[in-house]
């Protein structure tokens, strides 16, 4: 059998684990010997394709691979870039098929979320269409959690950690601090349509009186006065009040909180952050002292507070989408099977691209809390398993030991796009 | 000798570590014997011994006090509560004397910043004025390091280690996101008066491509054409830029950066938010797209990545202080001594209350670089040991296993104040 050249490809937001499924792929494909040929990344995902900007992934020594197991970002660079329908813009989709057959290509990968999982379904069918025999394989990522069938998403296990793990921190130094000084602490995180993340935050909730005593999540529109009721009790009955925010939190009108009225001294609208926005609320109706942290990208790069659980799938995903490639398959993604809760375990299991793409998974209505501002049982049920075990990285000098790649381009056969 | 008896009180804004501090006074107190006999703590600070609400260490376990080494917060409760003037306010000192005679407390020993220095000083002179032989004893801790006398401030080394970490982590998440999406991220961290905490940030650039590129340090006047021009430098020259800014950072008047004409929808000033500000400055003036992140209460509370060193030290400290106490030490605070910088060798020496209140330790100039944006080789050198070793807590269900004291109240004997 000819060995098969692979090209793989990181899309949409990075995360802490996407490189752990970058290694997957790679050392995967180095043990299997004549079976592999080449092993290409494209430069900045989609994009790279699309500008033949290629890497090869040969030069990369055995340990600059080992190293993408614990290094956080995306290696080969990764893009926003969606790809136009496949009907009106074939241009887009002939160059694809143009630079996989330059560089014989026989294996697309394509890591990423929901709309990654679209392209790769599209690009799966090229193939056939075009009389090249391309595969085409999914990898699943995303800290949004919401792709369909699988059951969770590489990514979102290592966000939940560090977003429990940082108000779990936090609530305790409010705790010390309520006496005389701060009342209220706010930290928002991720998650503009789905509220898995503020959810996972929930999971610091040991004891009642604990952080975070209230969450704000995108599936409840935000009810100003049930809220404040909300966090004057808590001060009341815990001396202070930890909570966590959803940066898609929206009113009843459907307009995001953070767009609500918000201007800097230019008049501009747009500088977000819906923390500072209930911080200003409480302060004026309440009148308590406040604090507020935004984590924003720190949330989904957080690689020093990984969950092992997390890192190990993002790997294990990455090796069957190179299982898969061997054994001939086309438009199927590997992904995640709970086979129990407790003990958690878990396998990985063929998905079709066409049932992964424009699917979003919503949270359940029944992991939210009847008055809106906590999780159930349910939804600890589901989540706890995700965070579990630590994979600490390895620390040079106090930091860290995050590597960047060589990235060797491919020499260009084509013309410019 | 009779047993002294101990009453130990956090004070200011608390830390990842100052709980080992009490640890290293509690366990050395508990190893003394016959030596120590009551060990009491002061419920939130100053605070509670004005109230005489004071919590009896005796019924805490060995392992919870065990676990004081790794729990971030104050475990006993902290306050920014400030005594006033101890000549126009005799009151509020007789008072503090009244509660120390009431319960036969021989040692006071105050755990905090440069105002608790100036306050501990002042209790240690009461003893001799009032005919009460007091012994009061400061214990180091600021996030800030600007104690003088004492080469660090337990509490610095590791916020120097997190934000140092949250930064590289952030600068490979931009890195990979740059080319099609986001050009500057932009971290806040705390630091009104000096720039110590901004600086360790700088540690986390390895080579000249590695974020931050820019630091903003309360030091230097914010010159917006000059940070622009570095800004646009920095994207044309590595594809991004990654930047971190105190919250202390002012203009060219004196006014922080935060309050200059940032208002919400009621025209509230207070918002705060540098990172905000300059993201709005950002974008107005140069059109790239951004993300902002600001740290808070987490930066202090990151128990989980704190420095070895710095979890040591503060233990070190704590265990010092109970020393002296039992030497009959009075008016003196254990400060850590650098030995030396390759490798880092320290100790701990005796300094005097006297000393160390009201002088503020500012960061050298020569730390700041020429261009104002970046850190030197002189203070690399000064905060690299600070940051070396990992000492991870216990994790139990995928968190960290923080842990509450029971903080059984002692009896009270006087009348409320």
Same mark, same amino acid.
């Given at each position: 059998m000819k060995p098969k050249n692979i090209l793989y490809a990181q899309s949409g937001g990075v995360t802490?684990?996407?490189?752990?499924?970058?290694?997957?792929? =790679?050392e995967t494909a180095r043990a299997a010997g004549h079976k592999v040929g080449k092993v290409y990344a494209a430069r900045n995902g989609i994009l790279g394709v699309l500008h033949e900007d290629l890497i090869d992934t040969s030069f990369e020594s055995k340990i600059a691979i080992q190293s993408l197991r614990y290094t956080?970002?995306?290696?080969?660079?990764?893009?926003? *870039?969606?790809?136009?329908?496949? #009907?009106?813009?074939?241009?887009? *989709? !002939?160059?694809?098929?143009?630079?996989?057959?330059?560089?014989?290509?026989?294996?697309?990968?394509?890591?990423? +979320?929901?709309?990654?999982?679209?392209?790769?379904?599209?690009? @799966?069918q090229l193939g056939?269409?075009? +009389?090249?025999?391309?595969?085409?394989?999914? =990898?699943?990522?995303?800290?949004?959690?919401?792709?369909?069938?699988?059951?969770?998403?590489? +990514?979102?296990?290592?966000?939940?950690?560090?977003?429990?793990?940082? =108000?779990? !921190? $936090?609530? *305790?130094?409010?705790?010390?601090?309520?006496?005389?000084?701060?009342?209220?602490?706010?930290? #928002?995180?991720?998650?503009?349509?789905?509220?898995?993340?503020?959810?996972?935050?929930?999971?610091?909730?040991?004891? #009642?009186?604990?952080?975070?005593?209230?969450?704000?999540?995108?599936?409840?529109?935000?009810?100003?006065a049930t809220f404040l009721n909300k966090v004057a009790d808590c001060v009341k009955k815990y001396?202070?009040? @930890?909570?966590?925010?959803? #940066?898609?939190?929206?009113?009843?009108?459907?307009?995001?909180?953070?767009?609500?009225?918000?201007?800097? $001294?230019? +008049?501009?609208?747009?500088?977000?952050?819906?923390?500072?926005?209930?911080?200003?609320? =409480?302060?004026?109706?309440?009148g308590f002292k406040y604090h507020?942290?935004?984590?924003? *990208?720190?949330?989904r790069s957080a690689r020093h507070l990984a969950s092992g659980t997390d890192a190990e799938q993002a790997y294990a995903v990455g090796k069957a989408a190179l299982e898969y490639a061997l054994e001939g398959k086309n438009a199927v993604m590997p992904v995640i099977v709970r086979e129990s809760n407790i003990p958690y375990m878990w396998g990985i299991k063929e998905a079709n691209l066409a049932d992964m793409a424009n699917v979003e998974k919503k949270m359940p209505a029944d992991y939210i809390s009847q008055d809106g501002f906590s999780i159930t049982q349910a939804c600890r049920d589901y989540l706890e398993p995700l965070i579990q075990g630590e994979d600490y990285p390895p620390y040079v000098n106090g930091l860290p030991d995050y590597r960047h790649l060589r990235n060797e381009p491919v020499v260009k056969k084509l013309k410019a796009f």
């Open positions: 802490a684990v996407i490189n752990a499924s970058a290694a997957g792929v =790679i956080p970002g995306g290696a080969f660079g990764s893009c926003r *870039y969606k790809l136009k329908d496949i #009907e009106t813009h074939a241009a887009e *989709y !002939e160059r694809l098929m143009a630079v996989f057959k330059a560089h014989e290509i026989d294996v697309f990968m394509y890591n990423g +979320g929901g709309d990654s999982a679209d392209t790769a379904y599209k690009i @799966s056939k269409k075009m +009389g090249y025999p391309l595969q085409c394989i999914g =990898i699943p990522k995303t800290i949004d959690n919401d792709l369909p069938i699988t059951d969770t998403c590489p +990514g979102f296990g290592s966000v939940a950690k560090y977003v429990a793990t940082s =108000i779990r !921190e $936090a609530s *305790y130094d409010i705790a010390s601090m309520c006496s005389s000084s701060t009342k209220v602490f706010i930290m #928002e995180v991720m998650g503009r349509h789905a509220g898995w993340i503020a959810a996972a935050a929930g999971l610091a909730r040991a004891h #009642e009186k604990d952080g975070p005593h209230i969450i704000l999540f995108p599936e409840r529109p935000f009810n100003e001396g202070f009040c @930890s909570m966590v925010v959803s #940066e898609g939190v929206r009113n009843a009108d459907g307009k995001f909180l953070s767009e609500s009225g918000l201007t800097d $001294a230019f +008049g501009h609208a747009q500088l977000g952050g819906v923390a500072p926005t209930i911080a200003a609320l =409480i302060k004026d109706k309440l507020w942290a935004v984590l924003d *990208y720190l949330q």
